[in-house]
């Protein structure tokens, strides 16, 4: 079963604008990392924050994380039509290294 | 480095037929994850490998089995094929330092149809 949910399911922009997604979680974390994927294709990483982290930049992306509230969230600022895609949250949760437990996704549409 | 390889891309099977998926980690990495990825149930884990050994299993029958070779390559078979085993199956390699895992980078995955 997946850990948790993201938020929006999908969210549709214009170039240049940025993109928030939001992703919530269940149990306590080691890290959470940020992917995203193109049409069904594999995951290509993002981001990894750990637990005692609360802020991360790379690049455009900007990742935040409350373990308070569980929930974090990605910012990609400036967005092109290249950053459309499916953007997945996972998490190493406590007591279960390796294995990651996804959220359901969001789907972002980047138009001209 | 090359990037985490994935042999075969597309596989089609019928019903009742096994089928086996081979992964090649990033070289120098150590641990391999399995997870299945449909529209229905998402991403999910099936196991992973670390030196052969699995540590860590998802909640998966046991038609789904893996292992890992030496060189870290992993195959992963699935046996009695069902049609809710289409998916795409993804590998992932990462490095375990100081205990911790880190950062896991998956491969294009293996598309997989049963008929």
């Known amino acids: 079963s997946q850990q948790g949910e993201e938020d929006p399911q999908a969210l549709s922009i214009q170039e240049g604008e940025n993109a928030t997604m939001n992703c919530s979680y269940k149990?306590?974390?080691?890290?959470l990392q940020w992917y995203r994927q193109n049409s069904g294709r594999g995951l290509v990483h993002l981001i990894l924050i750990r637990s005692n982290e609360r802020e991360k930049h790379s690049g455009r992306l900007r990742v935040t994380l409350d373990t308070s509230k569980k929930s974090s969230s990605l910012l990609i600022t400036a967005s092109r039509a290249a950053d459309t895609a499916s953007y997945f949250c996972?998490?190493?949760?406590?007591?279960?290294?390796?294995?990651?437990?996804f959220g359901t996704g969001t789907r972002l549409q980047v138009t001209l | 480095k090359a990037g985490v390889t994935q042999t075969p891309r597309y596989l089609i099977k019928t019903r009742g037929q096994q089928v086996t998926l081979s992964c090649s980690p990033i070289s120098g990495h150590r641990s391999v994850s399995w997870y299945q990825q449909t529209p229905g149930q998402g991403l999910q884990f099936l196991f992973e490998y670390f030196s052969e050994t699995q540590r860590n299993k998802g909640n998966f029958p046991g038609r789904f089995s893996g292992r890992q070779f030496s060189n870290s390559r992993s195959e992963m078979n699935v046996s009695t094929l069902e049609l809710g085993d289409s998916a795409l199956y993804l590998c992932a390699s990462s490095l375990i330092t100081a205990g911790y895992q880190e950062t896991q980078y998956f491969g294009p995955g293996t598309r997989l149809l049963v008929l």
């Open positions: 149990t306590s974390i080691n890290n």
């Open positions: 996972a998490t190493e949760n406590t007591g279960t290294a390796s294995k990651l437990t």
